[in-house]
């Protein structure tokens, strides 16, 4: 099943880049329609918990045939990386907006080699109990939202993820047995639910304005290829206020709840930390089964493709939603560069610096953070 898995990835990949190829060939003649761009990248990038990133990176941003001028772009990102972390990913992400907006569908497909650091599980892990967990990871995330009204969505949501070839190790590199942890052997499990968004963003990639809304309900069970039962649920919440109204100065908001019950698998908690929210702050450096997190960021352009940010995060995680405590909030603060490497359809390399309590990070890679 791996193997297929493996080259299920290859495939779709294929597909979607001949997708996206066909539909840049057969662009419109007309000089107000949108152009479609495809853009190789190398793929060089850094955050704390990878360090320095290596390998290739594509950026395609189109519109399908019949889309109109009020049809938002789609996008596909596709990268291979490599760490000196001996991380290893095939990764393939994309946002496809029918015409007329009357379906969305959003997918990802990645395989990972990607070892992690581990401290446990709560928000009161001590830097001392990190550990180093190994593993390979197949996952498939996909939603298919179909138009109700006015920007609301609804439709099918499923995850799958399939981790295998687990092992542990302390800070000397040397060989640890597996701590006591849900998952902890390795798992596959399959979440089926349902999803919805309320979405207004005047674009996908870059929003200057107008706000977004999902939520999303996944059920995992042993009844469908599943070694643990539980559930999720997220709720994520954005809104975007444009000042000049072309999108020179921007703030933004952003907060993201997930709560999982049941048995939930170390990889699938909620995580603390990361590119995207709480910068500064290493991705599952805190996890548990329930966590908040909020963050707001300043944007400004500077000059031409120039841009910089300011941003704030707040957060924290506990075993459930009544045990969350505000003393033990974690927060973080910082400062960041953009430079738009697309001037029709704004999309930005971003070099982001964040802080916390005792914690810090650098954070180089395509795209906002939100």
Same mark, same amino acid.
């Given at each position: 099943m791996i193997e297929q898995m493996k080259n299920g990835n290859s495939i779709l990949l294929t597909i979607l880049?001949?997708?996206?190829?066909?539909?840049?060939?057969?662009?419109?003649?007309?000089?107000?329609?949108?152009?479609?761009?495809?853009?190789?990248?190398?793929?060089?990038?850094?955050?704390?918990?990878?360090?320095?990133?290596?390998?290739?990176?594509?950026?395609?941003?189109?519109?399908?045939?019949?889309?109109?001028?009020?049809?938002?772009?789609?996008?596909?990102?596709?990268?291979?990386?490599?760490?000196?972390?001996?991380?290893?990913?095939?990764?393939?992400?994309?946002?496809?907006?029918?015409?007329?907006?009357?379906?969305?569908?959003?997918?990802?497909?990645?395989?990972?080699?990607?070892?992690?650091?581990?401290?446990?599980?709560?928000?009161?892990?001590?830097?001392?109990?990190?550990?180093?967990?190994?593993?390979?990871?197949?996952?498939?995330?996909?939603?298919?939202?179909?138009?109700?009204?006015?920007?609301?969505?609804? +439709?099918?949501?499923?995850?799958?993820?399939?981790?295998?070839?687990?092992?542990?190790?302390?800070?000397?590199?040397?060989?640890?047995?597996?701590?006591?942890?849900?998952?902890?052997?390795?798992?596959?499990?399959?979440?089926? +639910?349902?999803?919805?968004?309320?979405?207004?963003?005047?674009?996908?990639?870059?929003?200057?304005?107008?706000?977004?809304?999902?939520?999303?309900?996944?059920?995992?069970?042993?009844?469908?290829?599943?070694?643990?039962?539980?559930?999720?649920?997220?709720?994520?919440?954005?809104?975007?206020?444009?000042?000049?109204?072309?999108?020179?100065?921007?703030?933004?908001?952003?907060?993201?709840?997930?709560?999982?019950?049941?048995?939930?698998?170390?990889?699938?908690?909620?995580?603390? +930390?990361?590119?995207?929210?709480?910068? =500064?702050?290493?991705?599952?450096?805190?996890?548990?089964?329930?966590?908040?997190?909020?963050?707001?960021?300043?944007?400004?352009?500077?000059? =031409?493709?120039?841009?910089?940010?300011?941003?704030?995060?707040?957060?924290?995680?506990?075993?459930?939603?009544?045990?969350?405590?505000?003393?033990?909030?974690?927060?973080?603060?910082?400062?960041?560069?953009?430079?738009?490497?697309?001037?029709?359809?704004?999309?930005?390399?971003?070099?982001?610096?964040?802080?916390?309590?005792?914690?810090?990070?650098?954070?180089?890679?395509?795209?906002?953070?939100?």
């Amino acid at each position: 099943m791996i193997e297929q898995m493996k080259n299920g990835n290859s495939i779709l990949l294929t597909i979607l880049l001949s997708a996206v190829l066909t539909l840049h060939a057969q662009e419109p003649t007309d000089t107000t329609a949108y152009k479609s761009k495809i853009t190789p990248l190398p793929n060089i990038g850094y955050s704390p918990d990878t360090k320095l990133v290596l390998g290739a990176f594509i950026l395609a941003q189109f519109k399908p045939k019949r889309s109109g001028e009020a049809t938002r772009p789609s996008n596909l990102m596709a990268s291979v990386a490599f760490t000196f972390e001996k991380q290893t990913s095939i990764e393939t992400y994309y946002n496809i907006v029918f015409p007329q907006e009357k379906w969305l569908w959003n997918g990802a497909v990645f395989f990972q080699r990607w070892p992690i650091r581990y401290w446990g599980v709560g928000p009161d892990t001590r830097e001392e109990d990190e550990i180093t967990i190994d593993y390979r990871n197949i996952a498939l995330e996909q939603s298919l939202y179909r138009s109700i009204n006015n920007g609301i969505y609804i +439709g099918p949501k499923v995850h799958f993820r399939h981790m295998y070839d687990v092992n542990y190790k302390d800070e000397d590199n040397e060989p640890l047995d597996a701590p006591n942890i849900t998952g902890g052997d390795g798992s596959t499990n399959l979440g089926i +639910g349902l999803g919805g968004t309320w979405d207004k963003r005047n674009s996908i990639l870059t929003p200057t304005e107008n706000h977004y809304v999902e939520f999303s309900a996944l059920f995992y069970s042993p009844n469908w290829l599943g070694d643990f039962s539980f559930q999720t649920y997220t709720l994520d919440v954005r809104k975007y206020f444009d000042f000049d109204t072309q999108g020179k100065t921007v703030m933004a908001f952003h907060g993201i709840s997930k709560l999982n019950k049941g048995e939930v698998p170390f990889r699938d908690m909620s995580l603390l +930390g990361g590119s995207k929210i709480m910068r =500064g702050y290493i991705e599952g450096r805190f996890r548990d089964k329930v966590g908040l997190q909020v963050q707001t960021e300043y944007r400004q352009i500077i000059k =031409g493709r120039f841009g910089m940010v300011l941003f704030a995060a707040s957060g924290n995680v506990a075993p459930s939603l009544g045990n969350i405590e505000l003393k033990k909030t974690k927060w973080t603060l910082g400062t960041g560069l953009r430079y738009n490497i697309n001037k029709a359809d704004p999309t930005y390399i971003r070099f982001d610096y964040g802080f916390g309590k005792d914690t810090s990070g650098f954070y180089l890679t395509l795209g906002e953070a939100f």
